[in-house]
């Protein structure tokens, strides 16, 4: 009897409803492959959001940065691909990956697809629902280094999904000044960024670059 | 003395401020919504509150003691080259190579589109 108890608890502790792993498991070929200078693509827009592709692709240089990594200016980016007749993150998507090394220096890219861009502003909160599926690929071997394909919500009201933290200090900067709409946005589309940026291993710029590998990530099961 | 300390405690707090701050690697100032409003609406104001933002994330990261952020150093020098100002323009984007030398292909990338469009 003991024992049908005891796997009965086994089973819940191991069924629950998230599962964790670590850095290190989770992106192996990143501790590997050290990547320094990322190149991030204009994403493929695919919600209804027609702003979304501006407000991700300004507000994801800020976190990338701060996890430690060379993030290459996506302005200027813009600008030369432009320069070459490449407009459209479609065509950018049959360019050789080796290609954004020779180029660019790139160690590796940033491809992005915003499947889902939801944005509430009620009188004194607003809220960003981000589902993106983000891949991080080696230019130098052309390997997939770290994925992402979760929904992410962030508001001004500081009850996230499950984080704390700095959505209570968003939330005080966003209701303390009431400002557009716009203004209000762009700290939370980089919060969920930031957000989606949680499972991707330290860069060298970061202080604890190379000693996460055993930090817990969230492990939620693919949609 | 009273009022030395009292002079401290009270930079302290304007310094600190009552909203409480994460430390990041890098100190960004309003970057994200400068670029955002630049990016949706480029018009000579959004192009100058990005610039004046720019140069402020260069004069404030080493007072907080960090380096001045990727990229910071290239996009001014980048907009400065748009604007025929050669020297300065090049010169920050030398400075970019010197505190990130992983930037040397882009950089060089970038001064050959400029040399190539001068022509």
Known sequence: ????????????????????????????????????AILVLPPINKSTAADAKEYYITTITEPLS??????????????????????????????PLQKFNEYFGADAVL????????????????????????????????????????EVTV????????????????????TTAVETATQDYVPLARNANEKILE????????????????TKIELKEKK | MKATAGICLLSGLLIGGCVPSKDTTFYWG???????????????????AHKEQLLLIIKESPNRGKRVPPGVYAEYGYILLKEGKEKEGLGYLN?????????????????????????
């Open chain 2, 30 to 48: 309003d970057y994200s919504q400068t670029l955002y409003d630049f990016t949706k609406d480029p018009t000579e104001e959004t192009l100058a």
């Open chain 2, 95 to 119: 400075m970019e190579m010197g505190i990130y030398p992983e930037a040397l292909i882009f950089i060089t990338r970038i001064k050959d589109e400029y040399a190539r469009g001068k022509k």
């Open chain 1, 199 to 214: 499972s991707l291993p330290y860069g060298l710029y970061h202080a604890k670059f190379d000693q996460d590998r055993g």
């Open chain 1, 111 to 150: 491809f992005v697809t915003i499947e889902k861009w939801d944005t509430q502003f009620l009188l004194t909160s607003g809220s960003v629902t981000v589902m993106a599926t983000c891949e991080l690929k080696s230019t130098h071997t052309g390997e997939s280094l770290w994925y992402y394909d979760k």
């Open chain 1, 1 to 36: 009897m003991k024992t049908i108890i005891s796997l009965a608890a086994v089973a819940l502790l191991v069924s629950g409803c998230t599962n964790y792993t670590t850095k290190g498991e989770f992106a192996p070929n990143v501790y590997d492959e050290r990547p320094k």
């Open chain 1, 155 to 174: 508001n001004t009201s500081g009850t996230t999904g499950g984080m704390g933290g700095w959505a209570g200090l968003i939330s005080q900067v966003v």
């Open chain 1, 66 to 95: 701060n996890s430690g990594y060379y993030v290459l200016p996506t302005e200027i980016v813009n600008d030369i691909l432009k320069q070459e007749g490449l407009f459209d993150t479609e065509t950018m998507l049959a360019i």
